[in-house]
């Protein structure tokens, strides 16, 4: 099993060498019912040929060969799981590349480089709240699977959808974990309000918050942290054409500085770093 | 056959260099292949002072294309030559600088502070980027602008081959090639963007902030391969191809039209190792097509 390496703090620098390669489609799975407008959310399974070591938080850029140059660029994705010699990757259909992704079929050629970023820091004695909105999930299962000392983890995962479409039979069975559904602008309000108080709590001690999701999930929770002065990173993602740091194409602003590449100075930044 | 071409005295050892704005400072894609089995590599362009480039999005993805609207953020000329440049296999492999400035006095001064470095091979002078307010493409619309910057380079490159790139977004692409023939350039490179917009009817928002961007990627090719059929029948100067490139055959289309090397731009987000594959493909591929040398192959298009 590829062993993810664990850090105190991520560098500006991805450490490990990422790699391009030309892998298989394993197998490509929806994941529970979906319900109204939005569309289904898929389990994508990759061969990983060689052993490779990751940071969960890290991601992977893919881009099928089928594509030919349409759609054009490859598509980023959180790595969800890596273990097994099968890269996993959790994703939800967004626009024209995932709705491309999903006509993948087993046995497929997909060019594959990673992994990239700078992944999630990991403070194995430390509390550590990991707030996940819906599809953000994804880097906390690998996350959990991977931390040394599951007791001091507690994970919040804000969902829309039924809960059949979130894999949590892949977190750690001894995962402390609140899986709460919102469904109307009321949901929303109260689950607000008790993310405002789990926040609150963990800044009265020495604790780690950890944050994945949405933009709008990323914007509130960004808020909160900053609020209530507790040390937090936030994964973000934004419209990626290279992942590698050329493009300049998915910068974020700066608290102070130049302009953030999300690809190769994240995805992982601390919340004090950036602007929403 | 031997896959070495000269552009103004600038040995390369294939034809295949990176575009600017593509390949980042080389650094980024040293993980993916090796750089000194490129014929050059032309980095991000390169102004005196740091630039934040434009607000996002800058990107948007179009038919077999991609707009960017970037606005040269980079890290300044002097981080560059301190910082980036002797991490670069500057002795084995050219290391070309793109440069951007607002007026012929800036771009004096870049080429004189460059034309003292040793690790840099070759100036590319960039009067075509449609993405910033001044000077940019406004140069490379006026034959008597881009004639006055190109001189200002020239002027002050010293031994250093002075490339110009050259916009599409023009009546006529011969008239400022001429221009900067006239004014000393040592060699052509085009084409760089087409300038163009995205927009989307639910939001009714620009894709890009900017609004207006450059087109690049595929989708450019045939406009591209036109360009530089044009110039290359008009004059005499080495012409870099640039335009869509994405495999060792669009490489030999650029060359059979006159092209003496090719840039490959924007194919290089579609896998960080393509510029590497494209080297490695081009003399299997001349092999299959029984070109024993590029003289007699360049420019043999029948028409």
């Known amino acids: ?276 | 056959m031997d896959l070495s071409v000269d552009i103004a005295g600038l040995r390369l050892k294939n034809p295949i260099l990176t575009a600017s704005g593509t390949f980042g400072y080389g650094l980024e894609f040293m993980p993916y292949g090796n750089l000194t089995s490129l014929g050059g590599i032309v980095v991000k362009g390169l102004s005196w002072e740091p630039r934040q480039g434009n607000p996002m999005p800058r990107i948007a993805e179009t038919s077999c294309g991609m707009l960017n609207a970037v606005g040269l953020q980079n890290i300044g000329v002097e981080s560059f030559v301190e910082k980036k440049l002797p991490l670069l296999p500057w002795s084995e492999v050219p290391v070309i600088a793109n440069l951007y400035a607002r007026d012929a006095e800036e771009f004096a001064r870049l080429a004189e502070y460059l034309a003292d470095q040793e690790g840099i091979a070759a100036l590319e002078v960039n009067i075509s980027c449609p993405n910033v307010r001044a000077g940019g493409v406004l140069f490379g619309q006026d034959p008597f602008q881009a004639a006055e910057v190109t001189k200002a380079v020239k002027d002050k490159a010293g031994t250093k081959p002075v490339i110009v790139k050259l916009s599409p977004n023009v009546t006529d692409i011969t008239a400022i090639a001429k221009a900067g023939a006239d004014a000393g350039a040592d060699a052509l490179s085009l084409i760089n963007t087409l300038s163009g917009t995205a927009v989307d009817i639910r939001t009714r928002k620009p894709r890009l902030a900017n609004v207006v961007g450059g087109l690049s990627g595929p989708a450019i090719k045939p406009v591209a391969l036109r360009c530089v059929l044009q110039v290359c029948r008009a004059l005499h100067l080495p012409v870099i191809g640039i335009g869509g490139i994405a495999s060792a055959e669009d490489v030999l289309e650029f060359i059979l039209v006159g092209a003496r090397a090719v840039q490959i731009g924007t194919a290089n987000f579609l896998r960080p190792d393509m510029s590497f594959q494209i080297a490695a493909r081009l003399p299997e591929l001349l092999k299959e097509l029984n070109v024993s040398s590029w003289e007699k192959f360049r420019g043999t298009l029948e028409a």
């Open chain 1, 1 to 276: 099993m590829p062993e993810p390496i664990l850090f105190e703090k991520p560098t500006l620098k991805a450490l490990l060498h990422p790699a391009c390669i030309e892998t298989t489609v394993v197998s490509l799975t929806r994941v529970g019912s979906i319900s109204g407008p939005d569309k289904p959310l898929w389990l994508l399974d990759l061969a990983m040929p060689n052993r490779s070591r990751w940071r969960p938080g890290q991601f992977v850029m893919l881009r099928p060969a089928s594509w030919g140059f349409e759609p054009l660029w490859a598509r980023p994705f959180s790595i969800c799981m890596a273990e097994g010699g099968v890269l996993r990757v959790f994703f939800q259909e967004v626009g024209r590349g995932t709705a491309a992704l999903t006509k993948i079929r087993s046995g497929e050629t997909v060019v594959m480089w990673g992994p990239l970023g700078n992944g999630f820091a990991v403070k194995p004695h430390t509390p550590t709240l990991l707030l996940a909105g819906g599809i953000g999930l994804a880097p906390f299962i690998g996350y959990a699977r991977a931390h040394p000392t599951l007791e001091s983890l507690h994970l919040i995962l804000g969902h829309r959808q039924d809960k059949s479409c979130y894999p949590l039979n892949l977190l750690p069975a001894g995962l402390s974990r609140e899986v709460l559904r919102q469904e109307t602008e009321a949901d929303l309000q109260s689950f607000v309000r008790h993310l405002e108080e789990i926040i609150q709590a963990y800044s009265a001690r020495d604790s780690l918050v950890l944050v994945c999701g949405p933009h709008p999930f990323l914007r509130v929770v960004h808020g909160l942290v900053l609020k209530h002065g507790v040390m937090t990173q936030l994964s973000l993602e934004n419209r990626m054409a290279c992942g590698v740091g050329a493009c300049l194409g998915c910068v974020v602003e700066a608290v102070q500085g130049p302009p953030l590449r999300v690809c190769a100075q994240g995805p992982v930044f601390w919340a004090t770093d950036v602007k929403f």
